[in-house]
């Protein structure tokens, strides 16, 4: 048990919160490889750098990390952060569910198709 009164341990562990502002899409129908081609070239970039990169990649991915990247602006917003000062700190996917489905083959075998996911998150933080 940790010591000290319960006011004294939620104020600690309200002080340890993290203060950036971030969006997380699950379950997105895209395997983390070519998710994280898209989530490298806007790595580090300040946000409408990100999104101007985003508007004109030709992927798949592109325009799930768009959405979720304008979804992060918003959160940033309600935690009264200035838009203009946002850049991605962070990006990354992780590996989700994969869904097993089955392809008829020749004298009658069947060979497994892998159908992955992944779950990708941006966080973001001022200059």
């Not at 000290?4 to 997105?28: C, F, P, T, V």
């Not at 898209?38 to 004109?56: C, Q, S």
């Not at 030709?58 to 203009?84: C, F, H, T, W």
């Amino acid at each position: 048990m940790a010591k000290g009164h319960r006011s004294q341990i939620k104020r600690e562990r309200n002080e340890s919160k993290d203060n950036r502002a971030s969006a997380k899409l699950s379950y997105a129908r895209v395997s983390v490889p070519k998710a994280c081609f898209v989530l490298d070239a806007i790595r580090g970039k300040d946000v409408k750098t990100a999104l101007g990169i985003l508007a004109y990649n030709p992927r798949y991915a592109s325009g799930l990390i768009e959405k979720l990247i304008k979804s992060a602006i918003a959160n940033a917003e309600v935690k009264n952060m200035d838009p203009d000062k946002l850049y991605v700190e962070e990006c990354y996917a992780n590996q989700g569910p994969i869904m097993k489905r089955i392809q008829p083959r020749a004298r009658g075998t069947a060979y497994r198709i892998e159908k992955r996911m992944c779950h990708i998150t941006v966080v973001l933080n001022e200059r």
